[in-house]
């Protein structure tokens, strides 16, 4: 069971916009920068956005992130077929020596 | 452009220790400004970090490894290396290297491709 709680699964349609919620607690996202990944089939994870709502050069302005107390989110605006991925947030954790803790991952699919 | 690629040997049989490597390219590997490390993913399970390496030497473990686990860094070939001890039907994942910042609000980037490790006789 990972320590952040993402919904297993997400969907819409070309050019909708999908949010992505990720749930922690005070000694992980309540304390400490969130950094999403995605996962493209067959390919290794790339930062997708990080310090909370920071785009790495490259990510495409359709992606944007949030926090909020123990939560952060995700979302993808203008949804393209490109964007079926894996995605997952990550934050340190004060309550285990600033290990990096993962979500379990939502596996988004356009439909 | 940093790159790291994973090297196991796909199959391990239970009770074994699993011996994996990481080759890295196109950047330094002594930087304190980053550590290393190993990340994994069980079949149908979410990721987890389970060994740390930082430029001095020292190393911590995902508690969840109960002590089975030693990674290491060549720092002349480059070359990550993690063993895992006495491996059961638990440890079956994909095992990716990677590179994070060495702050709090650092990231993991790059990862490796992933390899594939199967515990099983």
């Known amino acids: 069971q990972s320590v952040l709680t993402q919904p297993p699964s997400a969907s819409g349609t070309p050019g909708q916009r999908v949010t992505i919620s990720c749930s922690g607690s005070?000694?992980?996202?309540?304390?400490?920068?969130v950094n999403w990944y995605q996962r493209l089939p067959e390919t290794a994870p790339k930062v997708l956005i990080y310090r909370n709502n920071q785009r790495p050069s490259g990510v495409p302005d359709r992606f944007s992130g949030s926090k909020s107390g123990t939560s952060a989110s995700l979302a993808i605006s203008g949804l393209q077929s490109e964007d079926e991925a894996d995605y997952y947030c990550?934050?340190?954790?004060?309550?285990?020596?600033?290990?990096?803790?993962f979500g379990g991952g939502t596996k988004l699919t356009v439909l | 452009q940093l790159q790291l690629q994973e090297s196991g040997p796909g199959q391990v049989e239970p009770s074994e220790t699993l011996s994996l490597t990481c080759s890295v390219s196109g950047g330094s590997i002594s930087s304190c400004t980053y550590y290393w490390g190993w990340i994994r993913q069980p079949p149908g399970k979410g990721l987890e970090w389970i060994a740390i390496?930082?430029?001095?030497?020292?190393?911590y473990y995902n508690p969840s490894l109960t002590s089975r686990g030693t990674i290491s860094v060549d720092t002349s070939k480059k070359v990550l290396s993690l063993n895992l001890r006495s491996v059961t039907a638990a440890d079956t994942a994909v095992y990716y290297c990677?590179?994070?910042?060495?702050?709090?609000?650092?990231?993991?980037?790059?990862w490796g491709q992933g390899t594939l490790v199967t515990v099983s006789s």
């Open positions: 390496i930082y430029c001095d030497g020292s190393t």
């Open positions: 990550a934050v340190c954790d004060d309550s285990l020596n600033g290990l990096v803790v």
């Open positions: 990677a590179r994070r910042g060495a702050y709090s609000d650092s990231w993991v980037d790059p």
């Open positions: 005070s000694s992980n996202i309540g304390s400490n920068a």
